[in-house]
């Protein structure tokens, strides 16, 4: 049987994980990560198959501090192997100042990140010239290679009052630190992306067909989630806010008649049989109780990614 037939689609997954990512490393084993409704952890599940990651062991490899950076709010880890080497990209604030979100880096040389030790790298540093990036709320980094060069990507805040979340992209010098300055990709410009917050965040990119998708969520973290995304194609210059295409309108968003609200902040990943997956998060209510930052019930999800004929993504819930 293939793990398809044995996965299913559209409903919770692994429950109260949000932020989910899955890796698939090159000897087949599958790794989970995801935000833990105590933002105090970060957890690793291993597994041979995509559907055997529900109900895999779940270890925990970090703890966070009593105090200072990384004590508050560990949100969105993601796990990627580069250069022989494991690495966990997060955001984290601080006890005596809980909403001072930014991103850290943890490495691990093992061979197994579950086993292995995991070693702090402290905060993302940004290239030598760019007095902007990591300075204030920063969160939710992927990273990405093409044609050799390796991407970060992330969400930070700018402006005063409640300010606004964009997206920024640099190159890598380092698994640790980037090369260049910040070139700002997207900024919440619909009003889809507006409501209740001005939020871009939660990265994530695919490739296919000499294209490069990236996905990304928007608005405040209830029923109006949702996810956009822009195109770009993989020979041109990732660096120039021009080589990326945004799309109009979400891609996905909240179905109420099958019951998924806010999907969003996703990952890729495929099946055992090659099959592209989207891994996502969502709600099954479409009232949340208490502040919704806080309310435990944001599900992991999977979704089986169509193509269309042009050769682009379809997120649908059929």
Known sequence: MSQEKSLKFNEPWIMQRADPYVYRHTDGTYYFTASVPEYDRIILRKAQSLSQL??????????????????????APELH?????????????????????????????????????????????????????????????????NHGSWYYVWAEKVGVGRQISNLYI????????????????????????????????????????????????ASETGKPYCMGMLTADEDADLLDPKSWE?????????????????????SFTVDEDGNDICVFHARGEETIEGNPLYNPNRHAMLMRIKWDASGRPVFAFT
Not at 54 to 69: D, L, N, V
Not at 246 to 266: C, F, M, T, W
């Open 81 to 145: 192997y580069i250069d022989g080497a494991w690495y966990i990209y997060f955001a984290g604030g601080e006890q005596e100042d809980i909403w001072k979100i930014r991103p850290y880096v943890l490495q691990c040389t093992d061979e197994d990140p579950v086993t292995g030790t995991w070693k702090e790298l402290g905060k993302m540093q940004c290239a030598d010239e760019d007095v902007f990036s990591f300075r204030a709320f920063s969160l939710d980094a992927t990273v990405f290679e």
């Open 246 to 266: 945004k799309e109009r309108y979400p891609v996905l968003q909240s179905d109420p008649a099958k019951q998924i609200y806010g999907p969003g902040h996703n």
């Open 170 to 217: 640099g190159r890598m010098e380092t698994p640790w630190k980037l090369a260049t300055v910040q070139v700002m990709l997207t900024t919440p410009d619909y009003d889809w992306e507006r409501v209740g917050f001005w939020v871009n965040e939660g990265p994530a990119v695919i490739k296919r067909g000499g294209k490069i998708f990236l996905t990304y969520s």
């Open 54 to 75: 529900a109900e895999a062991e779940e270890h925990e490899i970090w703890h966070r501090h009593r105090s200072g950076p990384m004590s508050e709010h560990i949100w």
